[in-house]
């Protein structure tokens, strides 16, 4: 039965194909004649599409290999404000990456000054021909996005190109509110977001993503010789430079940890405080949490040991935990 089945519908389709080959041959009618204005549109409109398919791929891969985590938090957004995040994101690995791929701040310096023509150029309407560039223009035009909140991740990250340790924890989250927040704010405003209680939330959790992320990049850092934990709590415990550079395990080293730890899980508590007056419809833009608390979490189970091979391990977990939360639509 089955055989027969599928010997009608080879014929069928056999019968098929012959009768529009001669309905092809047959009938000029159904011959389609472009002129060459409409071919050139045609390969014009081909070309068009092909860029920015291709703008928009270099900013899912950039996102993808040197943020994981804002990558996955992304996906899970509403469709009409995915592809705006991750050119938001893509334009924030772009700065965060010039202090360390430049030998000479001088360099560094001439790439954030491309960054701040680029962003001028953007809200006049000729971005340059660069992927990212092209991806935060459709985003603007899209989502009307402020500049001022790119301008200043700009300015800071150039301000943080000197290459030192925060001189307190007051200074790390100046600089985490500047850059961190700053991107939230946009990331609001790209899910179409206006609420003063959803921006106090994205002013907390900003400087919590800027002190864990600090705490998470502090064996990479101490590897290259540099510390940029705040001065005035390493020199509360007595914990030196060279201690970090050598990777001590020592409780003084973990009193340092503790305490700018500590002050990421309040400002945690501080963001989660307004939960009840945010619209549901901000909740996406502050996934982020998931991987903050979980970072926390794993640095109290061993005893804020920094260095701790199991903090340098991504959690497995963390996409379905970021699931679970969009679901609940909780932060």
Not at 19 to 34: D, G, N, V
Not at 87 to 93: G, I, K, T, W
Not at 305 to 318: A, E, G, M
Request: aromatic share 8%; hydrophobic share 35%.
């Amino acid at each position: 039965m089955a055989s027969g089945i599928s010997a009608k519908h080879g014929l069928l389709t056999t019968k098929c194909s012959v009768f529009h080959s001669l309905q092809r041959k047959i009938l000029p009618q159904a011959i389609c004649i472009q002129r060459p204005t409409e071919v050139r549109c045609l390969r014009a409109s081909t070309n068009l599409t092909a860029e920015s398919q291709h703008n928009e791929k270099y900013c899912i891969d950039i996102v993808r290999s040197r943020d994981y985590d804002g990558f996955v938090s992304s996906l899970l957004l509403p469709e009409d404000a995915r592809r705006s995040s991750l050119a938001l994101r893509a334009f924030n690995v772009e700065l965060a990456q010039v202090k360390n791929s430049v030998s000479q701040k001088t360099i560094g310096l001439m790439r954030m000054q491309f960054w701040k023509t680029t962003v001028e150029e953007i809200y006049r309407d000729d971005p340059p021909v660069q992927p990212v560039s092209a991806e935060l223009w459709r985003a603007v035009k899209k989502h009307y996005l402020t500049k001022r909140w790119m301008l200043r991740i700009i300015s800071e990250r150039e301000k943080d190109l000197e290459d030192r340790a925060y001189r307190n924890l007051q200074e790390m989250e100046a600089y985490s509110e500047n850059t961190q927040s700053s991107l939230l704010y946009l990331l609001l405003e790209s899910l179409g977001v206006k609420d003063v209680h959803a921006d106090h939330a994205a002013s907390h959790i900003g400087k919590a993503q800027g002190i864990v992320t600090c705490l998470r990049a502090t064996p990479y850092n101490s590897s290259r010789r540099k510390v940029y934990l705040p001065m005035d709590i390493c020199m509360l415990h007595r914990a030196s430079q060279e201690d970090f550079i050598r990777g001590s395990r020592e409780q003084n080293v973990r009193d340092v940890v503790y305490d700018i730890a500590s002050q990421a899980h309040v400002h945690l508590q501080h963001a989660r405080s307004f939960s009840k007056n945010i619209p549901a419809s901000a909740f996406p833009a502050f996934l982020q949490t998931v991987v903050l608390e979980d970072y926390l979490q794993r640095v109290r189970q061993v005893d804020f040991d920094v260095f701790h091979p199991s903090l340098q391990k991504r959690n497995p977990l963390i996409p379905i935990q970021l699931y679970i939360r969009s679901w609940k639509k909780t932060y």
